[in-house]
């Protein structure tokens, strides 16, 4: 299995309303990734997990809040988003952590109301 | 932070037709990737080229990396149709000993048929 999973494919939320996008690999990566990407900008990496630890945060404000409950998930929770956070959020993987190809998912297009 | 600078932001050309793009980065990078991403979608890796390469081969696909001007191209030779897609130089680094993608802002490329 080559491939990286996201759900759901399409979130609407209110600015109270609180949230968990999902993420998974069974590529047996130790490295896995969360980006945000607004239209016609390229992707901005949030977070870095290497070895189920949290190794990168890029100062993210914490109403994103990621979770790597094992070394095939991971989630990131959402709680008291702003209407500029709507984005489509990619989920990425690699091998280990180090320097090699990100295997990426087809993201969670948010959309905050 | 935005490390790489592509050019053209925009690229239209005819089916068959080469197209090139080309990327700057500004600090010392251990290896660059590109990416493509179809419309909305996840990104795919299409190649990565180390910090000691000069240039790779992949298919219809030719890197070339100048480490001294801190540049890179993308050659795509004999371009189709499903070629149209938005492509995004990204250079590496391992802070904390987790791997960093900074992306470029990326070329769209229209292939007309």
């Known amino acids: 299995d080559t491939e990286v999973t996201q759900t759901p494919k399409h979130l609407v939320m209110g600015m109270t309303n609180k949230k968990s996008l999902k993420c998974e690999q069974h590529?047996?990566?130790?490295?896995m990734y969360w980006y945000k990407q607004k239209a016609k900008k390229p992707p901005e990496l949030m977070f870095v997990?290497?070895?189920?630890?949290?190794?990168i945060n890029e100062s993210v404000p914490s109403r994103f809040s990621p979770e790597c409950p094992n070394s095939s998930l991971l989630n990131l929770h959402l709680h008291a988003l702003q209407p500029e956070d709507s984005a489509l959020y990619l989920c990425?993987?690699?091998?280990?952590?180090?320097?090699?190809?990100?295997?990426f998912g087809p993201g969670t297009r948010l959309t905050v109301l | 932070s935005q490390q790489g600078e592509e050019d053209p932001q925009a690229l239209s050309i005819q089916e068959g037709e080469n197209a090139t793009m080309n990327c700057s980065y500004k600090?010392?990078?251990?290896?660059l990737q590109w990416y493509r991403q179809n419309s909305g979608r996840g990104l795919v890796h299409l190649i990565l080229?180390?910090?000691?390469?000069r240039e790779k081969h992949s298919g219809r696909l030719r890197v070339t990396l100048d480490t001294s001007k801190k540049s890179s191209s993308l050659l795509i030779t004999a371009s189709r149709a499903a070629d149209t897609a938005s492509y995004f130089c990204?250079?590496?680094?391992?802070?904390?000993?987790?791997?960093?993608?900074?992306f470029g802002q990326g070329t769209r490329l229209t292939i007309n048929p």
């Open positions: 600090t010392s990078i251990n290896n």
């Open positions: 590529m047996g990566h130790r490295a």
């Open positions: 997990y290497s070895y189920e630890k949290l190794s």
């Open positions: 990204a250079t590496d680094s391992n802070p904390q000993g987790a791997q960093k993608l900074v």
């Open positions: 990425a993987s690699s091998q280990y952590a180090g320097y090699n190809e990100q295997f």
């Open positions: 080229i180390r910090s000691n390469e």
